[in-house]
């Protein structure tokens, strides 16, 4: 018989030894007579609970623990709407030993036969009789629906968060009940909430400050005092004190008074405070890395928050490579109230690639702002406006040091819509990159647009086929000189594998490769993992760098390569051929998705 009934089996454990008396854990049989999956899960959790308490226990314990298992599957039961169920719990013995046949006839599911919403304080004057009106017809469980315990918390928890996110600061649920009837599988439910007080916001208190000044909490928290309580607003405020990097956490609420005598006024002024943890004073450390294009290199960095006394981070730093050399000096402005971040600094920058080399001293400033249109999806966007001038000496291998000073303004706008930042596999990203410049000395004005796109395809549980591309143009005056990064260079990791870094460009002088004025690139991999890991890519890249792209020669590098992930993002160390070299190069790069 027990082979033709629906069964759900929800744990065998035999303890079985030579000369046990103690009870054993039963064999539990439940025939579930047509319970769904959620209703079946939670009879199970119950009675699992009951079945390791009959471990171990004497004969007169065993017999409660079986009233219990009865007990625990009406209790599961009653959490998914069903009051009046038939539950019969048998008990029989097998070679295993103790066994509990469980037969369930749940009956109905108890729907929600009346809603009352009382509301008291001051929400249940005129003046919010329409706010009452609509969070009745929010109500989470309205009549007709099925009683179930989860939904009923979750209809009060909202009707409550309701109330006490505008006006509101101290409602509370002061009754809440459900009528059950078995007999006709109905509840009536009533709840009561009491607004308390109209709340406004009173005077700032600020707990926590050591070093950062007072002024940078007022930057963010401006209101009027007697301005109506809104908890998204101190949310606000929360979220952008946090952002400032000046604080490890960062809380503001309002003062409630003590003691229920508040509740019997119509409205209370509450102060707003601010409790703050501050961030380290300041921090020093330092890298070591090797990169195929530059080979070994190391970098210090010195950051201190709060500088003569004003809230500024500063950042200053060294970083020495074969190939580049680099100091700077930037301070961080707090964010602005649109969550953008400014900056401005000073650098000092030498680079010696593919025989050009060049000195750069420069001031410039920076406002970055990343953002979404929609919180719940995944694509997200970043914008970042410059402004640099820069006075740059510049030694051409074959030609006289010259001096090129020039002020160039650019932005570049990012959108990201991919699965992983650091690991993507499906998704895409776009983006476009303007810029505009003049040189001091002789006023020429220059300027370039540039297009950057990948995307990736998700191929089976682990592999991923991608395609990049980018193109790039200057625009200025025939034969006019402009900033070195102004113009193109391509050649490398993550351009053209299998040719030099920035070796494909304008040749000047004795074999100096220089920025020109066109750029194209295109590369296609496809990426296949052994597991979660280790995996290896081919691909073939191809593009070139040229005074315009009717002058342009097909530069291609194609290969196979490495694949390890790692918390920073997959490591891909390619071994590329260059065709038009003839030459085999070893390169290495990150696949971050920037």
Partial sequence: MRLKKVCFLTTVILLAGIGQVSAQKPEVIIDPSGLGPEALDAVNKGISAVVRMADDQDSGEADRIRRKGREAVMSALATRGYFAPDVTLEIGEDIGGETWDI???????????????????????????????????????????????????NAKSAMLEGVAAHDFYLARMTHSQAVVNP????????????????????????????????SLIRRYIKYTPGQRFSQDQLDTWQQQIQSTNFFRGAFVTLKKPPGDEVYAQD????????????????????????????????????????????????????????????????????PNLDGSKDSVGVMFRHSDIQKEDVMRYALGWKRRLEFKLDESSRVDYESNWGVLAAYDSVKREGEDRYRLPSLVATWDFLRRDVDSKYDPREGNLIALGLGAGVTLDKGEPFSRVGLRAQQWWPVGRRDVFTMRGEVGQVFGSSGMRIPDDFGYRTGGARSIRGYKYNA????????????????AVVSVEYMRYFDDRFGMGVFID?????????????????????????????????????????????????????
């Fill in 103 to 153: 037969s369930v006839d749940p009956g109905r599911v108890s729907k929600v036969k009346s809603v009352t919403n009382n509301f008291t304080g001051s929400i249940a004057t005129p003046r919010f009789n329409d706010r009452v009106t609509q969070l009745r017809k929010d109500w989470g469980l309205p009549v007709d629906k099925d009683f179930l315990n989860e939904q009923w918390s």
């Fill in 183 to 214: 007999e006709t599988a109905t509840v009536e439910t009533e709840t009561t909430v009491d607004s308390g007080p109209a709340v406004t916001l009173g005077h700032t208190e600020v707990v926590g400050l050591r070093r950062v000044p007072d």
């Fill in 267 to 334: 409205a209370v002024e509450l102060p707003v405070a601010v409790r703050v943890s501050e961030a380290p004073a300041r921090s020093l450390s330092g890298s070591l890395g090797i990169d195929d294009a530059v080979g070994p290199g190391a970098e210090i960095l010195y950051k201190q928050n709060v500088v003569f006394g004003q809230p500024l981070i500063m950042e200053t730093g060294a970083a020495v490579n074969s190939k580049i050399q680099r100091a700077f000096l930037d301070y961080h402005l707090p």
């Fill in 504 to 519: 494909i460009g304008k040749t000047v002088g004795d074999d100096a490769v220089v920025g020109d004025r066109s750029l």
């Fill in 542 to 594: 191809a593009g070139d760098a040229a005074e315009s792209f009717g002058d342009m020669k097909l530069n291609v590098g194609y290969g196979v390569g490495a694949r390890i992930k790692t918390p920073a993002g997959p490591l891909f160390l390619d071994l590329a051929y260059g065709q038009r070299d003839r030459s085999i190069r070893l390169h290495f790069s990150l696949g971050v998705a920037f």
